[in-house]
């Protein structure tokens, strides 16, 4: 019998308990051992079903012998980091999908826990469900990594489905994806691009070796984005989407940022709708591969921890355990990456192409929308000072 | 320094020595070692940049102690089943992208593996640069797998879409893959279905744990397709694929088959064109998730057979190492499986409602082309007997 604790009882940690009984048999042929939640950690204990395993004090599972794997739900950095930190200190392995503390301190955590010779696994922080982190550290691992770029929030994909299906207002579609229940009654972290920030730091962090400083990264959402330039593009056969986009840059450089993205209709990612997400990982050996799935949700971000669980216990030390360098040299400003912009101007295709030269025109009417060549971030910012810009977006390809 | 042997200098087999070479910095980085090709198999010496490094003579390689990793890329079962037998003996780990070793003698040569201790990988074998097997087996670990599905073959997948693009009969269509180099002087195996069986039959083998006998599996290719449906289905808002499917049937049973189906154009897997591919895996707890990438191709497999040898060198032995069992009990036909049915016929719509109830009617010009309940496929056959059948292939999903 293997037994594990849950600290936290959210969403994800009650899957996690509702995985781990559902699934017990296939569990349990894969391991060769039955898999059993011992302890669950609450701040506040409730009734229900697991009530008989509760408990408020952590130092029951840091001292409990029998506990191997520990499984953080609770989110956030604090409580999390110092938990982890000593469930790691006391050599069991700890499984998360708490995507803010891996981004902000994975590299740290995993040096702690390659020191104690257990494992950190956190393959529910990115994509929920779909199986992303260990493709691209395991089957790719021959590769290198050109480019990673994905629909990695599926509240914010939901709000432009529903703008581009029926015409909605961002504030409309914010409302109803609430309504829903995809979206949070403070939806801040989605909206503004946070959490798909915190995501493509993680990939960027795996893909290129060294730790991304979240701080760093840029991070456009889709609160101030427009019905209007939704239609235009849909009508040039673009679909806009926000994409995280992590970049080996020439050199030894690279970049990552999060912003909306015009994305030809012909792309595989342009149909990810809903609350879908799509990540895809360019490889300099294996081109471009695409990953596609439900991204939250309870239990399929509740069954990448419980897998990662049967990897940790299954799996000896590996000699090239995953880690990162904490060295944040290299990383550039997003504005070096070259691609074609999308515009919207009040003014004229004249005063477009006195500002960009050669343009390609969208649509003309009193404002003038366009697309550029492929220069830089900074090029376009100083070559639209003279402008007044509407909407300004990168196009992807 | 780490010392491998490569069997069969084809296209992947060279694709693996340029990987081992290209990305020699990257993997070095990854294992704390450099990677290298220490000795080549090849049936005839050839001049090249590998000339010194081949031999004609397997034992040299099964008795040099020095090379701890084989990967064999000689295709077929006769002497790739040999020496992949002798080099696990040996205690050499071994990889490959040989599907059809793999379907037909997969499960013995695992229980060799394990016994000698070393690993036996195939993510190559499957899908080519895209992961999907050891996700399969790994990171969807915690759920039972309801059903896989995919578009297996890169070839017929780009004789379809030339197809619907151009209007292209098969056979012109064929031709045309095969002056691109996408189809083989005898494309047999890829447009009868065999290519793509061999793979379903891998992926129901993890999936489910046991053997799937491909001699049961029933495999009918696009060779017969006429371009009318193509076009009818179009119009209906249908894609014509060849799809894989392997499904866990009510009770213990599960099938396996291969066949063109009718996707509708809203499933991701509509516009997966070209010689791409794209696999869909089921999960009860994670829903479906998709993979999609180049199938095929000398890089992209060589790079999955890299990272399969790193894969092999740097973990452990796994107590729940992937094996399934050789008990071909609980394989059913693939006609108990339901679905709707596209039928073309001779014959009116009276003629279509007098042998299946009610059906959709898709066009009707002398020819009748209508689309059924869901039915089994004994009943398809059943049902259709007194009719003149043109065409008939199932509806996805």
Chains 1, 2 share one sequence.
């Not at 499984?95 to 702690?112: D, F, M, P």
């Not at 999060?258 to 030809?264: G, R, T």
């Not at 049967?310 to 060295?327: F, I, K, Q, T, Y």
């Not at 500002?355 to 376009?380: C, K, N, P």
Request: glycine fraction near 10%.
């Amino acid at each position: 019998m293997i037994k594990i604790a849950i600290m936290g009882l959210g969403t994800v940690g009650t899957g996690v308990a509702k995985v781990v009984s559902e699934n017990a048999k296939q569990i349990e042929h894969r391991l060769g051992e039955a898999l059993q939640v011992k302890t669950i950690l609450v701040r506040r204990y409730k009734d229900g079903p697991y009530r008989q395993l509760m408990t408020d004090d952590f130092s029951k599972i840091e001292a409990d012998p029998e506990i191997r794997v520990v499984v953080e739900t609770i989110g956030g950095v604090e409580a999390a980091y110092e938990y982890t930190k000593r469930a790691l200190s006391a050599g069991k392995h700890v499984v998360t999908a708490n995507k803010q503390l891996v981004a902000e301190k994975g590299c740290e955590l995993l040096e702690l826990a390659q020191k104690k010779g257990v494992s950190y696994l956190f393959e529910a922080s990115v994509g929920g469900g779909i199986p992303i982190l260990h493709p691209l550290t395991q089957c790719l691992a021959a590769n290198r990594i050109e480019e990673i770029y994905g629909i990695l929030n599926g509240t914010t994909n939901y709000i432009l489905t529903r703008m581009v299906r029926t015409g909605a207002f961002f504030s409309d579609a914010l409302r109803e994806a609430q309504a829903k229940g995809y979206a949070e009654a403070d939806p801040t972290a989605d909206v503004q691009g946070i959490d798909a920030g915190r995501k493509i730091c993680i990939l960027a962090d795996l893909a290129f070796g060294h730790q991304v400083p979240p701080e760093l990264v840029e991070m456009e959402g889709i609160s101030k984005l427009s019905l209007r330039d939704v239609k235009i593009a849909e009508r040039a056969g673009y679909r806009i989407k926000l994409l995280g986009r992590a970049v080996r840059m020439p050199g030894s450089g690279r970049t990552a940022y999060v912003a909306p993205h015009l994305i030809s209709e012909e792309h595989p990612m342009a149909n990810v709708e809903d609350v879908f997400n799509a990540i895809v990982v360019r490889g300099n050996a294996t081109g471009e591969v695409m990953f596609y799935g439900k991204g939250a949700g309870e239990m399929p971000t509740a069954s990448a921890c419980v897998s990662d669980v049967m990897e940790a216990v299954s799996s000896g030390p590996r000699r090239d355990a995953v880690v990162w360098s904490p060295d944040e040299d290299g990383f550039v400003d997003a504005r070096e990456l070259h691609t074609r912009f999308y515009c919207r101007i009040e003014g004229s295709l004249t005063d477009a192409a006195m500002a960009f030269g050669q343009v390609e025109v969208l649509s003309e009417d009193g404002e003038t929308a366009f697309l550029t060549d492929r220069i830089s971030g900074y090029d376009a910012e100083e070559q639209s000072r003279s402008l007044n810009m509407l909407a300004c977006m990168r196009v992807l390809g």
